[in-house]
Structures are given as structure tokens and as C-alpha cells.
């Protein structure tokens, strides 16, 4: 089975920093996606980045961007230029499109400080 | 499109008390998944759809859950007898799987369910 591993229960960041969160996962596929979700107060589920297993380019969008190592098995989020409302929990998760069940880690809440 | 909408938002029941989620999902979207997420266990799958039609169920706690999709815009989650330890957050999801163009789940902002 797959499994995501979050180590960092909690970080924190102060405004406009940049902060990197962690996460590997295991599989013996291939040929899969990756994803962090970032869940607000609103406890409303949100996708952040999406990274393809296949392709070596690490995603970006704005000022989110991953470290997608392969071989590794590792996928960190960095959060650069930190706003007040990227607090939240932030959830790591592993899934093959074929057959649509992702797997979720546990999550790390994220403080911002002012 | 409005997402994925879930009703009621909260829910207080005592216990014994029949309860139902439901969950409209993306039109277009040929799979849908209830979570369950506590602080203990985190986000656990309870169960998914494919085209209306139970796929994995292996999450479903017990006897006392129950998840019906009778149509492709409609989905419920019946827990009976509810007891507190359901208290939870249940979120649906849905998704178009297959292919290059996953793009995960989009998930319906969730109905916390405290059962007294």
C-alpha cells in the first residue's frame, strides 16, 4: 500500500519568509501524481500544486513551488514571500489516476507570524 | 460551476439518532468519494463512486454506515444508530480520473458532525 509521511506536525513562518515543508511517501508504481492541499479555518479542502511523477520539472504556481526528487520519494512544498493567509493545515497526498484512490498525510499545521 | 456541495454544513444529533449527509458533485465528474477526517485518525476514505456505482467500501466502519449515489448529481451518507464517536468532519469529493488529466479531488467544504 501507499503511504504519505508528513514529519512536521507544525511549522511556523514569519510574514514574507519562506518556509518548506516536508514530504515523502512510498510506492512501488511508476507512474503517479502528487498533490498538497491546503486546508484554511474554513476547513474547506483546497489544491494548491499538482506534480506529475513523469515529468522531472518541479511545478510551480505563484509562490508555491515543489522539490519533486523521484528517486527519493520525497515532494516539498516552499512557500515563498509568506502571507497571513497561508495559515493553515497542509496536506500531502499521493494518487494513480487509474484507479482514483489517494492517499493523504497527516498534515502540517503552518503558522504565519506577523 | 458552483463545486462540490455539501448539506448540511453542521449537524447535532443525539445519540441513537438516524443522520444523512449529502453531497452534489461536480457535474461532469465521474467519481465521487466520502472522507471522514478526525484529529485522531486524519483524513480516512470511507467510500468512492464510479459512474453512480459503489466501487471500495472497505472504509466504511460498520454495519451502521450506509452510502448510496442514485443518480450522477446526487450522493447521501446515512449513519443509523449514530453514536458519539462519528462525531467527525465528513467530506465529499469528486473527480474525472483517468489519464493525464488528473487533477485529484475537489472537495465540498465539509458537514462537522458532533453526535451527543
Known amino acids: 500500500a501507499q503511504t504519505v509521511t508528513q514529519s512536521q506536525p507544525e511549522m511556523s513562518v514569519q510574514e514574507a519568509e519562506t518556509v518548506t515543508l516536508s514530504c515523502t511517501y512510498d510506492t512501488s508504481e511508476s507512474d503517479y501524481y502528487l498533490f498538497w492541499y491546503k486546508q484554511p479555518p474554513s476547513r474547506q479542502m483546497i489544491l494548491v500544486i499538482r506534480?506529475?511523477?513523469?515529468?522531472?520539472q518541479n511545478a510551480t504556481e505563484n509562490r508555491f513551488s515543489v522539490n519533486f526528487q523521484k528517486a527519493a520519494k520525497s515532494f516539498s512544498l516552499k512557500i515563498s514571500d509568506s502571507q497571513l493567509g497561508d495559515a493553515a493545515m497542509y496536506f500531502c497526498?499521493?494518487?494513480?489516476?487509474?484507479?482514483?484512490?489517494?492517499?493523504f498525510g497527516a498534515g502540517t499545521r503552518l503558522t504565519v507570524k506577523p | 460551476d458552483a463545486g462540490v456541495i455539501q448539506s448540511p454544513r453542521h449537524e447535532v444529533t443525539e445519540m441513537g439518532q438516524e443522520v444523512t449527509l449529502r453531497c452534489k458533485p461536480i457535474s461532469g465528474h465521474d467519481y465521487l468519494f466520502w472522507y471522514r477526517q478526525t484529529m485522531m485518525r486524519g483524513l480516512e476514505l470511507l467510500i468512492y463512486?464510479?459512474?453512480?456505482?459503489?466501487?471500495?467500501d472497505s472504509g466504511m466502519p460498520e454495519d451502521r454506515f450506509s452510502a448510496k449515489m442514485p443518480n450522477a448529481s446526487f450522493s447521501t451518507l446515512k449513519i443509523q444508530p449514530s453514536e458519539p464517536r462519528d462525531s467527525a468532519v465528513y467530506f465529499c469529493?469528486?473527480?474525472?480520473?483517468?489519464?493525464?488529466?488528473?487533477?485529484?479531488?475537489?472537495f465540498g467544504s465539509g458537514t462537522r458532525l458532533t453526535v451527543v
Open positions: 463512486f464510479n459512474n453512480n456505482v459503489p466501487i471500495d
Open positions: 506534480q506529475e511523477a513523469y515529468k522531472q
Open positions: 469529493a469528486s473527480s474525472l480520473g483517468l489519464g493525464r488529466g488528473y487533477y485529484g479531488y475537489t
Open positions: 497526498a499521493y494518487g494513480k489516476g487509474n484507479n482514483n484512490d489517494m492517499r
